[in-house]
C-alpha cells in the first residue's frame, strides 16, 4: 500500500496509467470479439476481462470505453486503437470525462494509504451514475479495477446494477480469479480472458517501450512475469529481476544469512513508494519457498518446514494489507518464517 498518492491503485509501478497507455499487445482476438459486439448492436452491457496480473486487462477495458463513449478508431494503434489526441481520449487523460465512472480501491485520508479493498460506499456510485444522462445522449462506461478488491456488500451493491442493465451504459470488470467471484456476476457477464503473448513478442514490447532495459534483463522479467507484458515493465522498473536474484541469495544461506543482510532487504521493501518492490519481494519469497519444497520432495525428502512457511507467509501478507501491519516488521517477519523453515530442514 501506498504512503503517498503519487502511485494510483490502479496503476502498476513504474509503468503509464492504463488510460495514458495506446498500445496493447497479443489480444486481437478478445478485441476483435468487443468491436464485431459493438457493431452488430448486439451488444452486451457488462464484460468480465480475465487473465494473470499485467496481462493487459486494464488496458482492454480503457481502449474499449474509449471507442463506447466516442473514440475516433486509429487503425496504427491496434483494432480497438484511438490516438491519444482525440477529444474523448484526452478528456480521459484529464480524468474529466463525465460519462466515465472508474471504481477502485480509495485512497484513505487518515492512514494516508490506499484502501485494502473497494468500499461499499465506492459500489454504490455505479447505480447513481447510470441514472443519468450521458452527454450528447451517448453512452456510459463503468471500469472496475478490480472486482476481485470489492468486499462483499461491495460486490452485493454492483450486483443490482448488473441485474437491471442500464440504458446506454456499459461494464467493464477486471478480475484476476473469476473463479473467486460470485456466480451471480460471472453469470451477467459476457467474458473475454486473456493470455499473455509469447516471450519473443513480451521482449520486443518490453525493450522498445522503457529505456534502460537491455534484452536480458527483458527475458529474466518476462520470465518472472509468465510473460505478461505489463507485468514484465513493473518487475523491470521497479527492480524486481535483482530483488528475485536476492530473495533467493538470502534463501538458500538459511541461518547463514546474516542479521545486517536481513535488515537491509527489509528496509529496502518497506522504504517510502516501495508498493511495486513489496509486492514483488512477497511473490519472490514464496516462489523460493514453494521452490525448496519442490526440491526436497522430489528428492524424497520431508518438505513440510517449507510448505508450512509458504502457508503463514501467504497469511501473512494478507493480514499486512487488510489490518496495515507495519511494512518493515512484515517483511523481517517474512524472513524469519525462510529462516526458520532453513533451521527445521537442517534439525
Known sequence: ?????????????????????????????????????????????????TGPKGVGKASLAWRAARRALGANPASQYGILGSAPDDPVCQLFESQACADLLVLRRPWDEKRKRWRAEITVDEARRAPKFFE?????????????????????????ALLKTLEEPPARGVLFLISHSPG?????????????????????????????????????????????????????????????????????????????????EVRALAERVSARNADGLREVFYECLARSMHHRARTRATAGDDPT?????????????????NIYLDARQSAL??????????????A
Open 1 to 49: 500500500m501506498s504512503t503517498d498518492p503519487d502511485i494510483e491503485s490502479d496503476q502498476q509501478a513504474g509503468c503509464l496509467h492504463p488510460r495514458d497507455r495506446y498500445d496493447l499487445i497479443g489480444h486481437d482476438r478478445a478485441e476483435t470479439d468487443f468491436a464485431n459486439a459493438w457493431a452488430s448492436g448486439n451488444f452486451h452491457h457488462a464484460w468480465l476481462i
Open 132 to 156: 443519468k444522462t450521458a452527454g450528447a445522449g451517448g453512452w456510459r462506461a463503468c471500469i472496475v479495477d478490480g472486482i476481485d478488491d470489492m468486499n462483499n456488500n461491495a460486490a452485493n
Open 180 to 260: 473467486q467471484l460470485k456466480a451471480t456476476i460471472r453469470s451477467r457477464c459476457r467474458r473475454l480472458d486473456l493470455r499473455a503473448p509469447n516471450q519473443e513478442k513480451t521482449v520486443n514490447w518490453l525493450t522498445n517501450s522503457a529505456n534502460g532495459i537491455d534484452p536480458e534483463q527483458a527475458a529474466s522479467a518476462c520470465k518472472m512475469a509468465n510473460n505478461a507484458p505489463g507485468r514484465a515493465l513493473e518487475l523491470a522498473m521497479s527492480g524486481g529481476v535483482s530483488m528475485a536474484r536476492t530473495v533467493d541469495s538470502l534463501v538458500g544461506l538459511g541461518t547463514r544469512a546474516s542479521p545486517s
Open 305 to 321: 518446514s517449507w510448505l508450512d512457511a509458504a502457508a503463514q507467509l501467504q497469511a501473512l501478507v494478507r493480514d499486512a494489507d
Open 333 to 346: 517477519s517474512a524472513l524469519n518464517l525462510a529462516r526458520e523453515a532453513a533451521r527445521k530442514e537442517n
